[in-house]
């Protein structure tokens, strides 16, 4: 596992601690995945058997600026920085703790 992942793990974790209302996976291109649910975060693999209601694509770099506070979740989605596919309403949610 990277130190990308373990690093993002620990800022969900302190971010939303548990208030997810599903579960989402962020898939961090090249370098692995992380898991929120209302267990927390943790990290994904491939074949976790995990079924994310919503699943965030983007290169570590985007998701680093977006935890850092220097992108917004929805322009990162806008400029297609960020790909999202399934529940829209969760990805919505979790854009607005984060951002």
């Known amino acids: 596992m990277s130190t990308l992942i373990d690093e993002a793990v620990e800022a969900l974790n302190a971010r939303l601690n548990g208030t997810v209302g599903g579960c989402a996976r962020f898939v961090f291109e090249g370098e692995g995945s992380v898991i929120l649910d209302a267990a927390g975060a943790r990290a994904g693999s491939d074949s976790d058997g ?47 703790a984060l951002g």
Not at 55 to 77: D, K, N, Q, R
Request: hydrophobic share 50%.
């Open 50 to 96: 995990i079924a994310a209601d919503v699943t965030l694509t983007a290169s570590p770099e985007t998701f680093v600026a977006i935890f850092e506070g220097e992108l917004a979740p929805t322009t990162a989605f806008i400029t297609g920085r960020l790909r999202v596919e399934g529940d829209m309403s969760l990805a919505l949610s979790l854009g607005s």
